[in-house]
């Protein structure tokens, strides 16, 4: 298990998953460990509107091959800085298990994975992805605690405010 051969982060494109990304791009330099890049694409996405039924096919293969562009740019940008990455796509509608399923197919040996902070309410209506994860992996998995986004922006709009004064 360790050090770890290869190090899955989990993409979701928002800032959170970012920093995680970095964190574990920083961990596969020090073990020499390959990095595996994923993005679970929903089944059964969020149409944009009503017409978009009509091309469901044609919206779920461009959502998959947006994803599938960006992860190969990060992938690539890793690769060129001295860390062997690739980069897997996936889709499910249960984003978790979906992950855990690439992990196992992939003989991840350490997952990298950020929260998006939310507590209370908003945690039990959205659920959490990492939750289930960290209780379901059959890997170690490193949780990157990280501050609800709003919260953030706050937080930096008193620092600037403060700074400014």
């Known amino acids: 298990m360790l050090p770890p051969k290869v190090i899955m982060s989990p993409i979701d494109f928002s800032t959170h998953s970012h920093e995680a990304l970095d964190a574990a791009t920083e961990l596969a330099r020090c073990f020499a460990s390959e990095m595996c890049l994923v993005h679970v694409v929903p089944a059964i996405p969020k149409l944009p509107n009503a017409t978009a039924f009509f091309h469901e096919a044609d919206y779920e293969k461009q959502l ?83 501050q609800p986004e709003e919260e953030s922006a706050d937080n930096s709009k008193t620092a600037s405010a403060a700074v400014s004064r």
């Open 64 to 146: 998959h091959d947006d994803a599938a562009k960006k992860l190969d740019e990060l992938a690539a940008k890793i690769t060129k800085s001295g860390v062997p990455a690739r980069s897997v796509v996936g889709t499910a509608n249960d984003v978790s298990m979906e992950l855990l399923r690439i992990a196992e197919h992939n003989s991840v040996d350490l997952i990298v994975i950020s929260t998006h902070g939310m507590t209370g309410w908003r945690k039990l209506a959205v659920g959490s992805v990492t939750d289930k994860v960290v209780r379901m992996a059959t890997c170690p998995v490193l949780v990157m605690r990280m």
